[in-house]
Structures are given as C-alpha cells and as structure tokens.
C-alpha cells in the first residue's frame, strides 16, 4: 500500500504564493501519474494538475500560468507551487499518486487552502 501525505496548506491573502508537497512512501511501488485536485463544500472534487513520470503536466483552465506541478521522481514527492492565489482558489487540496498498469491510486488526506479577500 502507498501512502501519501500532503503538507504545505494555509492561509494567504489574494495575490499571495502557497507550495503545496506531497510525499508517497510504502514498498515496492512505482508511481506513473502524481496530481493534485481540489474540493469545496458540496462541490465535486477536480481536478487542478497532474504529472506523469516523464514530466509530462496538465492543468485545468483555471490555474493556467498561476500554478506549477513539479516532481521529484527519486523522493516520490509531487510539489505545486501556487502563485497569484485569488479566493476562488480556497478549497481542500488532495494529492493522487497512481499507477494504471499496476491498477491502483491512492489519495492523501488532504490540506487546506485558504485565500482571503
């Protein structure tokens, strides 16, 4: 089983920076995909970055040249550093770690963000 924890949430205020990291630990994995989504009160979770392996990201609209997904494949551990931060950006960030040839995904537990007005 891998583990993933998720550090580096908080508050700011709008126009502010955050870096969000994630570390994945357990034995015997390989990672291909790492991802970060996001989840408000009684909205579904989406997605905001992912990374494959090769380096390969992906971002969802709305974070476009304001968020950067990174990894660090030797440490397991996915970063997202999160620039020009508006309130629209408040929400619980989760971190994905997946490998879908091996067939499995696990989630962290998630950090607050918080971007005040």
């Known amino acids: 089983q891998v583990h993933v924890v998720e550090s580096g949430g908080g508050l700011v205020q709008a126009g502010g920076s955050l870096r969000l990291s994630c570390a994945c630990s357990g034995s015997r994995f390989s990672i291909n995909t790492m991802g970060w989504y996001r989840q408000t009160p009684g909205k579904q979770r989406e997605l905001v970055a992912t990374i494959t392996s090769g380096g390969i990201t992906a971002y969802t609209d709305s974070v476009k040249g304001r968020f950067t997904i990174s990894r660090d494949n030797a440490k397991n551990t996915v970063y997202l550093q999160m620039n020009s931060l508006k309130p629209e950006d408040t929400a619980v960030y989760y971190c994905?770690?997946?490998?879908?040839?091996?067939?499995?995904?696990?989630w962290g537990q998630g950090t607050q963000v918080t971007v005040s007005s």
């Open positions: 994905n770690a997946e490998n879908q040839v091996q067939r499995w995904s696990s």
